[in-house]
């Protein structure tokens, strides 16, 4: 009997412990099918005014400006101006010493009239041998070789005439008078420095005249932003000597040739010139100051818009899942494979956002128009009051597909606290 009642008691005991084993197995089998759920936050799709814009930087210049460069070489005997100095048309700049171009000037002179006396000599021979070949006293070949010498003469002239002409200008070159009205706003010699001029090259920058009335910002814009930006287009300029306000600016000029840097290299980048007129004249700016520019390329009223998180792209070839049978060979499932990856490089990504709908998400194909910092307008694939998901970043670019389980943490506005008075 009682090993009877012991056998009775082991097969309970092992029961109780299959049964508690097979429990265990099915809850964790139960446990890892159960379906994960994305904490999300939303945004309701509202019409909202959106301004397209394109942010660069650069540097602040005048809108008018020269660059004085001497043509001829030589000692500055006179600067009567300083940097900042307020100049008219015509007035003094610089002046170089002229002693090698008054000697030039003198002796082309001199040579000029050594010429003219050899050409009134020619042409009195001329003339006297026109008169003794009409009497027939001298043969033609004898008159055609005073003629020639009276050609040689002419030459001669016009080559000394044209030396004094030079000599001239280049005396004249060593006053230098300002061609406009304006502010030296740049000078880079001083009174006794010798300076280089050359009549087919620049010679050394002496200083810049410009008209500070009227001022420019001048920014690079990237080859891909350059199409959006059109003459006319409004700006809006931060200076950074003044950081609490924005200068309101319109662009006048586009580059048509492109500016590129670290050419052959890949660090290589390609910029167009963009020129913005600065409207705002109760501030005095100054050449070379840095500055960014947020230029308003395009602004709708009334559009449908999400926020620019909310959009992420979905390949269209992406696999939802298999359908469980087996593959019938190998070979199949390597061609398989292949059109699968063609398919993939010729079909772009398609735009999409995801729209909550009972608990879960639906991915809904979307298209774009502008947007700016926060915002993107949507122009088909959404009405107004449809709540999309507007994070986390990872959330949707990578853990949400169309059908995933959603719980929505939307952070709500704290409402200012009130204190109550005795």
Known sequence: MANGKKSKKKIIIFSIMGAVLIGLALFVLLGTKKETVVTIQTEKVQHRTITQSVTATGKIYPEVQVIITPEVSGEIIALPVKEGNRVQRGDLLMKIKPDIYLAMR???????????????????????????????????????????????????????????????????????????????????????????????????????????????????????????????????????????????????????????????????????????????????????????????????????CVPVQSVTTRSPNKDKGKDGGQPESNESDEMAANDSKIKQKTEKPKEVVFVVDNGEVKMVEVKRGIADDSYTEIVAGLKEGREVVSGSYKAINRELEDGTKVKVENEKKKKPETTASN
Request: glycine content about 6%.
């Open 106 to 304: 003198d002796q082309a002179s001199s040579g000029l009239a050594s010429a003219k006396a050899s050409l009134t000599k020619s042409q009195s021979d001329y003339k006297r041998s026109q008169e003794l070949f009409n009497k027939g006293l001298i043969s033609s070949a004898e008159l055609e070789q005073v003629n020639t010498a009276l050609e040689v003469a002419k030459a001669q002239y016009d080559q000394a005439d044209a030396e004094v002409k030079r000599a001239t200008e280049n005396l004249s070159k060593t006053t230098i008078y300002s061609p406009m009205e304006g502010t030296v706003s740049q000078l880079k010699v001083e009174l006794g420095e010798r300076v280089l001029g050359t009549s087919q090259f620049q010679g050394t920058t002496v200083m810049t005249v410009a008209d500070l009335s009227f001022m420019e910002a001048r920014v690079d814009v990237g080859e891909n932003d350059i199409v959006l930006i059109s003459v006319g287009d409004t700006a809006r300029v931060e200076v950074d000597a003044f950081q609490e306000r924005k200068l309101t600016g319109v662009v006048y000029e586009i580059g048509n040739s492109a500016k590129t840097s670290g050419l052959g290299t890949q660090q290589e980048v390609t910029n167009f010139e963009v020129r913005i007129r600065i409207l705002d004249k109760d501030v005095i700016l100054r050449p070379g100051m840095s500055m960014t520019a947020t230029i308003e390329t395009e602004t709708k009223q009334d559009v449908i």
